[in-house]
Structures are given as structure tokens and as C-alpha cells.
């Protein structure tokens, strides 16, 4: 069965520096999504993608975020200068189409903590 | 800004009851409702959606029940079995234009005692 990926499974990285999160999302899968978790809260929705611009963000997603599809496989998340609250498991989900008629898969989610 | 709740943070039931997992929203221009399942260390797994259009959706042994005037909806498992035990999360969809992200409740960690 086809799955999201994604890559490293856990970063620790140093407040102010960059890190990029990746993922590699279902094949034939056109809309692709971020979304965090920061412990004991939500799942909240960062961003979306599609036909390589972003569709949709939420007011989490400030100029310290951006999304790129480098290729044709790979979605990447970059935070430009983390903070401690950006500790969080961030998952990154794709869909074939959009809206709830169309399901979203998850990937098993990157832990990342910024000390 | 909770638009959708999910009031109860534990639900214990016996092994071969059911379990009754609640949800409420607030938002009413929500258009699908649905029900994601997640174990320790994973992504979240699709379970079961409904549209708002519905007010029941049946897959096997889990129902979703929605009730658009009292703005809540809630998932039914029965028989409950082991490995059902996990956290199951309401979500909630928009098709307010573009690619919509899902507005998720708390969630609900279900335990399935033997």
C-alpha cells in the first residue's frame, strides 16, 4: 500500500538555526500539507500546497516558514530561524484531490526539538 | 479558537462493548466531518468520514452519526476490539476554495480493556 515518508524521524537542532523537514508524499497524490503537533495540544493545518504554489495557510505559517517541491517526489518544510516553540511533531499529509471527500494520508511524522 | 471540541480526553470501554466517541463544532460552514485514528509514533490513519450533506456513514464496525442542529457527530465502534486502542481524532473540512487543511479536535484516547 502506498504511504507518505517522511525524513529525519526526530531533528534537534539549536534556536536561530535552519532545519528542513522532508517528505515524500504519495506518488500520484496532487495536493500536499504540513500540519504540527506540538505536545498535548491539536493537530494544527500549517499549509497547503498545489501545482507548485501554495493554496492555503493558516496564520501559524508567518515569513519564517516557506514549502518547496524541489522535484518531482520530494515536499520540504524549512524554518528559516527556529524558535523553542516550534518544538513539535510536524506531519505532512497528501491527498489525490481536494476536500473531505478526499482523504488525507498522513505520513508518521517528524519530532522536532529546538533547544 | 476551538471550532471543533472534543470534550472527553480518555474513554475506557470493555473489550466487545461499544464505544461512543463524541465530537462538536461550531463552525457550520463545515462540509465533512471525519474520524482519524493515530498509535504512538504515527501519523494519523483515516477511519471514516461523512458529509454534511449525511447524517450517518457505516464502514464495518464503525458508524459516524452526525446531527447538524445540535452541530455534533460521533463515532460508534462495535464490537470494540484490543486494537482499537488509540487516539482518534474529529476533523473537519471547508471547501471554502483552494486545498483545504483540516481543523482537528483534541482528541479522544480511547483504552479497550480486556
Known amino acids: 500500500e502506498p504511504e507518505v515518508t517522511q525524513t529525519p524521524s526526530h531533528q534537534v537542532t539549536q534556536m536561530g538555526q535552519e532545519v528542513i523537514l522532508r517528505c515524500v508524499p504519495i506518488?500520484?497524490?496532487?495536493?500536499f500539507y504540513w500540519y504540527r503537533q506540538i505536545l498535548g495540544q491539536k493537530v494544527e493545518f500549517l499549509v497547503s500546497?498545489?501545482?507548485?504554489?501554495?493554496?492555503?495557510k493558516s496564520e501559524i505559517f508567518d515569513d519564517q516558514f516557506s514549502v518547496e517541491r524541489p522535484d518531482g517526489s520530494n515536499f520540504t518544510l524549512k524554518i528559516r530561524s527556529t524558535k523553542l516553540e516550534d518544538s513539535a511533531m510536524y506531519f505532512c499529509?497528501?491527498?489525490?484531490?481536494?476536500?473531505?471527500?478526499?482523504?488525507?494520508?498522513f505520513g508518521p511524522g517528524t519530532r522536532l526539538t529546538v533547544t | 479558537d476551538q471550532q471543533v471540541k472534543q470534550n472527553s480526553p480518555s474513554l475506557s470501554v470493555q473489550e466487545g462493548r461499544i464505544s461512543i466517541l463524541n465530537c462538536d463544532y461550531t463552525?457550520?460552514?463545515?462540509?465533512?466531518f471525519l474520524w482519524y485514528k493515530k498509535y504512538p509514533a504515527e501519523g494519523p490513519t483515516f477511519l471514516i468520514s461523512?458529509?454534511?450533506?449525511?447524517d450517518k456513514n457505516e464502514d464495518g464496525r464503525f458508524t459516524v452519526f452526525l446531527n447538524k442542529s445540535a452541530k455534533h457527530l460521533s463515532l460508534h465502534i462495535v464490537p470494540s476490539q484490543p486494537g482499537d486502542s488509540a487516539v482518534y481524532f474529529c476533523?473537519?473540512?471547508?471547501?471554502?476554495?483552494?486545498?483545504?487543511?483540516?481543523?482537528f479536535g483534541k482528541g479522544t484516547h480511547l483504552i479497550i480493556q480486556p
Open positions: 499529509a497528501s491527498s489525490y484531490g481536494t476536500g473531505g471527500a478526499y482523504e488525507q494520508y
Open positions: 463552525n457550520s460552514m463545515f462540509d465533512y
Open positions: 476533523a473537519a473540512s471547508w471547501a471554502g476554495g483552494g486545498a483545504d487543511g483540516l481543523t
Open positions: 461523512i458529509s454534511s450533506i449525511k
Open positions: 500546497f498545489y501545482n507548485n504554489e501554495i493554496s492555503e
Open positions: 506518488s500520484n497524490h496532487l495536493y
